[in-house]
């Protein structure tokens, strides 16, 4: 461990952190800033412990298919196990000169329980306590997961979980004191293959609410914006929506990576008929294509040294679809704009949920079913969804899934 105190938190010590957020934050350090990272995985201890063993160091390949570089990331100094090591990471928040909470914990983590320790916004809402009982200083919360309004939902959440502690100056306080920056973040880091070398693309962004931590990270390329809103629907509707609907055709025509899904020119047009109707659901920001950030989505899942799994992407439809498709099509239908392309791909993901032996969802056991009898109205209605999807488009998705 080097010599600066931890004064990040992340939660969510996986890939995609190790690869995005870490590797900003390293970059941050080579700029003479002085922070460190302890990471804490709340599904697997052994990612904990593999990081220690490598001496928290590994590296980061990023490749654009022809050559690849690679970068020595060392920005994480600690790993925990959540919630084996509550009591260690509570000291860590409530240090004075602590600056920020940064989460990757996938869209299913943003829920509410009256068991405070059992969910993510509870977790954060104890380690805030603890802060508050030591510091009355204020601190980031930077969710980046990929949900629109990523910022607010975690405030929500926490203030709701902070609730049950039962004293209102607390929960006024993280109202007040405790910032939860809206963000966009972007990188292609599929599973690794090999310990201690995640392969990924060139590409990376992270786009933040202006916010206090800009003291820390500004000046590295993240961008720091007065509205984050325009960046995350033009990620979320341009590219996750399409990547989850490569993900469904790759998996029920066997095709192992998206990249591959991508390259044959029937399925590269829908990705285009996709990108062209859930762009009139936005403004795009200032600056900014749709046009052209759609291609460059396309070139960029096509990236050969990927390895981009379609069952990787496939997992967790219930969570994801809501966020990058449910909402599309209730915005179309509202200016009544088509929404037939984005129709097709949830017949696809309904069509998968019928066939597939290895659907992977929290919700699998009640989806599958009204998949196999082809219940269009009973799936799309069930009300875990975080999105309700307008009825009106359940008969577009039933002649989209009888005709496929
Ligand atoms: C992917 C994302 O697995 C998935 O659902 O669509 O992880 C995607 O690769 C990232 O959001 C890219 O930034």
């Known amino acids: 461990m080097g010599n600066t105190k931890v004064n990040i938190l992340h939660m969510g010590l996986g890939a995609f952190h190790k690869a995005h957020q870490a590797v900003y934050v390293q970059r941050a350090i080579n700029n003479g800033q002085k922070l460190a990272i302890a990471a804490v995985s709340q599904r697997d201890p052994k990612e904990a412990a593999s990081l220690a063993d490598m001496g928290f160091k590994y590296l980061v390949r990023q490749s654009d298919g022809v050559s690849s570089t690679d970068e020595e990331i060392t920005s994480i100094v600690a790993t925990y196990f959540y919630p084996k090591d509550y009591l260690a990471l509570a000291q860590i928040v409530a240090d004075e000169d602590f600056l920020a909470i940064t989460i990757t914990a996938t869209e299913k983590a943003y829920v509410y329980s009256d068991d405070l320790q059992a969910t993510l916004p509870g977790r954060l809402a104890y380690l805030l306590h603890a802060r508050y009982l030591k510091t009355k200083k204020g601190i980031s919360v930077i969710s980046c997961d990929n949900l629109s309004g990523n910022g607010a939902i975690t405030k929500a959440l926490v203030l709701k979980s902070a609730g049950l502690i039962?004293?209102?100056?607390?929960?006024?306080?993280?109202?007040?004191?405790?910032?939860?920056?809206?963000?966009?973040?972007?990188?292609?880091?599929?599973?690794?293959?090999?310990?201690?070398?995640?392969?990924?693309?060139?590409?990376?962004?992270?786009?933040?609410?202006?916010?206090?931590?800009?003291?820390?990270?500004?000046?590295?390329?993240?961008?720091?914006?007065?509205?984050?809103?325009?960046?995350?629907?033009?990620?979320?509707?341009?590219?996750?929506?399409?990547?989850?609907?490569?993900?469904?055709?790759?998996?029920?025509?066997?095709?192992?990576?998206?990249?591959?899904?991508?390259?044959?020119?029937?399925?590269?047009?829908?990705?285009?008929?996709?990108?062209?109707?859930?762009?009139?659901?936005?403004?795009?920001?200032?600056?900014?294509?749709?046009?052209?950030?759609?291609?460059?989505?396309?070139?960029?899942?096509?990236?050969?040294?990927?390895?981009?799994?379609?069952?990787?992407?496939?997992?967790?439809?219930?969570?994801?679809?809501?966020?990058?498709?449910?909402?599309?099509?209730?915005?179309?239908?509202?200016?009544?704009?088509?929404?037939?392309?984005?129709?097709?791909?949830?017949?696809?993901?309904?069509?998968?949920?019928?066939?597939?032996?290895?659907?992977?969802?929290?919700?699998?056991?009640k989806l599958i079913p009204l998949a196999k009898a082809k219940d269009v109205a009973g799936l799309f209605s069930l009300p875990e969804f975080a999105v309700k999807l307008n009825p009106k488009a359940f008969s577009e998705i039933q002649e989209a899934l009888r005709n496929l």
């Open 166 to 365: 039962g004293d209102a100056i607390f929960t006024n306080w993280i109202d007040k004191e405790v910032t939860f920056p809206n963000t966009m973040v972007d990188r292609i880091v599929p599973a690794p293959k090999q310990a201690g070398v995640l392969v990924t693309e060139p590409f990376m962004q992270w786009v933040i609410e202006k916010d206090r931590i800009e003291k820390h990270l500004g000046g590295i390329g993240i961008q720091f914006v007065d509205d984050v809103a325009g960046y995350e629907l033009m990620k979320l509707r341009l590219f996750n929506a399409v990547h989850s609907a490569l993900a469904y055709t790759g998996e029920l025509a066997g095709i192992e990576y998206v990249a591959q899904v991508i390259k044959d020119p029937k399925h590269e047009q829908l990705v285009k008929n996709i990108q062209e109707q859930a762009a009139s659901s936005f403004e795009v920001p200032a600056g900014e294509s749709a046009d052209a950030y759609s291609a460059a989505i396309r070139k960029r899942i096509a990236n050969p040294s990927l390895g981009h799994r379609s069952e990787q992407i496939a997992m967790d439809g219930s969570q994801k679809l809501p966020h990058r498709l449910f909402t599309t099509i209730n915005v179309l239908i509202e200016k009544n704009l088509p929404t037939n392309y984005l129709s097709l791909v949830l017949a696809i993901w309904v069509d998968y949920l019928g066939k597939s032996d290895r659907v992977n969802d929290p919700l699998k056991e």
